[in-house]
T-cell receptor, first 110, second 113 residues
């Protein structure tokens, strides 16, 4: 099975500061990769997905961007964080009918 | 209307009870349905998946899909305190959208000894 590494686990950032969350995948090659956000009391919302290096699709308009510089590396970024960017961010890799999730990053924008 | 609707609970049951978790969905094109379990401050992990309709059983867990009523269920028999978690239903539309999951809100379950 796959292992998804995500860091940091928690992050507190001021409004207007930049953001970079990194995700790396082990145990597979050329995976489909996903960034989800989970707000309190809500399910997971798909933000971005990538089917290969340099290929990014955005699912919802937002203040964030994603990049995939390497096959098993997926990065979530922002130039200037908003309060509404607070949430639990999860990176996932698609297996055969199963998505493997990282342990998440809890981001609090203050 | 949300594509996948799930009652967020919370749901509290005594140990040994049978738990029924439910979701409804709106798009008939959905093909794969999953149940994920998420412990506090952790990423979700797949419990079960089903395709199309019918039942699937795995130990104490049974997943059920009723396509005519667009209803998916997860039953937990002989519930244990270790089952306390948030349970998320999800669908995968398959085809060109394969791998892009739509989740319900999640139901918070507490099993008390």
């Amino acid at each position: 099975s796959q292992t998804i590494h995500q860091w940091p686990a928690t992050l507190v950032q001021p409004v207007g500061s930049p953001l970079s969350l990194e995700c790396t995948v082990e145990g597979t090659s050329n995976p489909n990769l996903y960034w989800y956000r989970q707000a309190a009391g809500r399910g997971l919302q798909l933000l971005f997905y990538s089917v290969g290096i340099g290929q990014i699709s955005s699912e919802v308009p937002q203040n964030l961007s994603a990049s995939r510089p390497q096959d098993r590396q997926f990065i979530l970024s922002s130039k200037k964080l908003l309060l509404s960017d607070s949430g639990f961010y999860l990176c996932a890799s698609q297996g055969n009918l199963e998505a493997f999730f990282g342990q998440g990053t809890r981001l609090t924008v203050v | 209307q949300k594509e996948v609707e799930q009652d967020p609970g919370p749901l509290s049951v005594p140990e040994g009870a049978i738990v029924s978790l439910n979701c409804t969905y709106s798009n008939s094109a959905f093909q794969y349905f999953m149940w994920y379990r998420q412990y506090s401050r952790k990423g979700p992990e797949l419990l079960m998946y089903t395709y199309s309709s019918g039942n699937k059983e795995d130990g104490r867990f049974t997943a059920q899909v009723d396509k005519s009523s667009k209803y998916i269920s997860l039953f937990i028999r002989d519930s244990q305190p270790s089952d306390s978690a948030t349970y998320l239903c999800a669908r995968d539309a398959g085809g060109t959208s394969y791998g892009k999951l739509t989740f319900g809100q999640g139901t918070i379950l507490t099993v008390h000894p």
